[in-house]
């Protein structure tokens, strides 16, 4: 009795044991799952933050013509009418330092122009001259302690054409060589362009009016990359210069881009985009792409939300797209170009707007009001250039003619736009699952039809284990056959590839047929094996008859070279790595999966149904259409969402088989990029917590969403099938 | 006509058929499922036309297998071998002349275990008319409902033809696999112990509607239970270890029984 207990004590805690591990283990799959979900989640959401202006601190003091900041945000300097500069300590709370710039008696400063980077200013006077300095803030270490070292540096000086008169308008920039440009009018209609070559120490001036033809010119912009020139006038008309040539600046076009008068015109990074603001408010972006004439012409391709107000200023950032727009009333909209959207309105409690810049890092906004006060702003702005628009949408990027999706992450410079569309890598993914089910749909279900119910026990017993073994082929392996082995011999052997693919099933049925024409009592006398080898001798016979008349027909019809002849009669183009390689690569890996679950499906529908069906004079092909088959149906069903799963997941064979163009192209002789393979790629590329990191993020998400609906759909819907064919 | 068999553990047998017009006859037959182990022993049985004949014997001596013999649904194992003649009509259904969807349209089979398709009753019942070439709804639809008239389903299931065969009970399960076999208008009928998986209700009702076929149909029935084959069959053959031990009207077998081992069967001796 006692050691009757004590077993049973034992077994009742074996069973407790048993059974919270088991517990455990299943809470703690989906508790996994969750949190890679999370984890996605978590990393794909900062994309979606809104931007944001907050406050951070400000000073007081008289407006100045311009403000500027250190890289490390702590000296501030603020440059006045009078030529003074002050720089202010953030930390310490004061003025450190004092500079001047040398202007004569009662000379006062009215505007200013710089560089994007600002490294270099050029200031305008009440007199006519144009006196051009840098200020320079450089951080030195002593120790560990850091401070920022103030320096003014000053340039030439110069009187505007006509001395003595005020100039409007100017604008300056310095290229890559040194060289410099200034464009200014005088009586708001005569143009100056004066331009400075550095190598060949030479000055040269230009009065561009009369191809302005002497209207009020209202607004001017240079752009040193590009050596452009914009001016524009009170009828909404803007002159486009070239100025690459020095000695005589051209004018290129001039087109009426508003009814309204332009007030302001600035270049965005890149030196592509050019910003236009007008007297009724109104945002927006030209750039130059190639007409159907293919002329290149500039193109108004965004339009910005409506200031309701004259705008004033375009400042443009030196780190992306965003550029800000301030309107005569004092409100300021924050704008990402790419986006066409205008991120933040802000009307700095109606204080007016008088000055607005960028600090280098554009993570600060100076606003200067109307009531002597600086604010500093700190922007939360991490990933302008990601919308929803952006990822799933069509975007107008530079350069490009139309709206398109376009996935073209990284470039060279920080001036490349980065063109994040998803849509070219999901259409990849799909384009890719859609050849590899195509190829392995057939190919695994008729396989394990053949297996499952006509093909012999002693071969069934081979050929089970062989596609299974097939399932643990690594796909790293299928992908490099694939990519380097047979891309190479289906380029060489493009037409008896097509015919073998049309053709051979049509012959294997003929053959089969053929066999069939055999009496039944011959055809017992053979055994199993000699029906295969039948077939497979045919197979060889086919095979050999094709490659044999391939290049002949080649010659004949299709001028020596499909190709070729596809691409000069159908302007199809081949590429190597394309989608029936990766097709039938990716298929390779998926007919595993799906032969596996279809075989077990069908040898499972009970053998009282095959036989109450035979013994109904069905005939064996027709109990397994009628019968076997839709008893099977759900385990078919999920067969294939489960090989559909592995083909949207698998990663490796797209990578090496595909050119991985991310193209919108269904055809089946150029590549994709599917959204795996792009992560792959790219991620090791991505910065930390930047947009194409947490884009590839949301890629991963989104595959992570795929399969999931995928899998559940198999479920459900097998589900159902199973209820209603399967209940034997 | 009288028929003298020469068997192993038996001497010979007379059966008195000389009423009766022979539809099926085997001849010496030997079957094999293993090589070299015999499941039947020269069988020689003639079996007469609209009546009812059952096969007795106790489990495992070969009666369903002599049954599936009569359609070749043991055609399908491999390793089988199958020696003698078995002739329907006169004809060698073996012979390479013989086409085995006709064969088995003209004899039909009920199973053991009901087994209809996991489909509506209607589609059931059509299912072998349907594969057999008939197209047309309309003369499906009366194939169908003549045979489940025949079966006794047709009231219990008329107005709910596209409902699932499997919300059937048991016994109605068994009638449809009944009438689905009638759609075929076969000429024999195999029934390898249609009731042994149902309530003596449901039996009885089987037994019921054997009996309304009898007139029109030759039927074959594997029973174990001898009550049944004495209610329901007008002759009876009894099987022992792969060998047809005696062979004779029902009335005859088992009131005088001519062998020994016949005998002690019927008592219960043993089985
Ligand atoms: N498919 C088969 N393969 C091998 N042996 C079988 C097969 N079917 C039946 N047998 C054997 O043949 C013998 C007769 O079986 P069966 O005809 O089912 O007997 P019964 O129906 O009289 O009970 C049994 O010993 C059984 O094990
Ligand atoms: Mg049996």
Redesign the interface.
Known sequence: MQELTKFQKRLKFENKVASGLITLGGYGVIVSVLLIFFFLVSETLPLFWKTSLEKDFEISGKTPISIGMDDYKELVYQVYENGIISYYNIKQKKNVKYDTLSLSAGEKIISSSSTLEKDEIAFCTDSGRIINAAVLLTPEYSGNSRSIVPKLVNYEDFYGKESGKSLENLAFDKNENGNKFWVWTSEKKNVFIKIFDLEEDLNYTHKLTELTGGTKITASAINAETEVLFLSDENGEIFYFDISNYESPELKSHWKASNNEITAISFLIGGNAVVLGSKKGEVEIWFQIRNENDDVVFTKTQVFENHNSEITKIVPSQRNRTFLTVDKSGELHLNYSTTSATNVKFDNEKKGIKLVDFSPTADVIIVADDNSKIGFFNLQNEHPEVTVNSLFGKIWYEGYSKPEFVWQSTGGSDAFESKMSLIPLIFGTLKGTLYAMLFSIPIAIFGAIYVSQFA??NLAVIIKPIIEIMAALPSVVIGFLAGLFFSPLFEKNLLLIVLLSVAAPILFVVIISLWGLI???KRRKFSNTWELTFVFIAMVLVFMIFWGISEPLETLFFDGNVKNWLYSNFNIGYDQRNSLVVGIALGFAVIPIIFTITEDALTNV?K??T?????????KW?TVQ??VL??ASGGIFAAIILGLGRAIGETMIVLMATGNTPILDLSLFNGFRAMSATIAVEIPEAPVGGSLYRVLFLTALLLLIFTFIVNSLATYIGDKLRK????? | MKINVQNSISASFTTDLSKEKIILETKNVDLCYVPQVRTLTNVSIQIPEKKVTAFIGPSGCGKSTLLRCFNRMNDLIPGISIKGLITIDGIDIYSPETKLEELRKKVGMVFQKSNPFPMGIWENVAFGPKVNGIREKAELDEMVESALIQADLWKEVKDRLNNSALDLSGGQQQRLCIARALANKPEIILMDEPASALDPISTNKIEETIDELRENYTIIIVTHNMQQAARVSDYTAFMMIGEMIEFNATSKLFTNPEKKLTEDYITGRFG
């Open positions: 012999p026990k009496p039944e009592d009970p009282s149904l036989s109450a069906s035979l013994a109904l004079g069905a005939s027709q009628r019968v839709p008893a209603k064919y399967a209940r034997y």
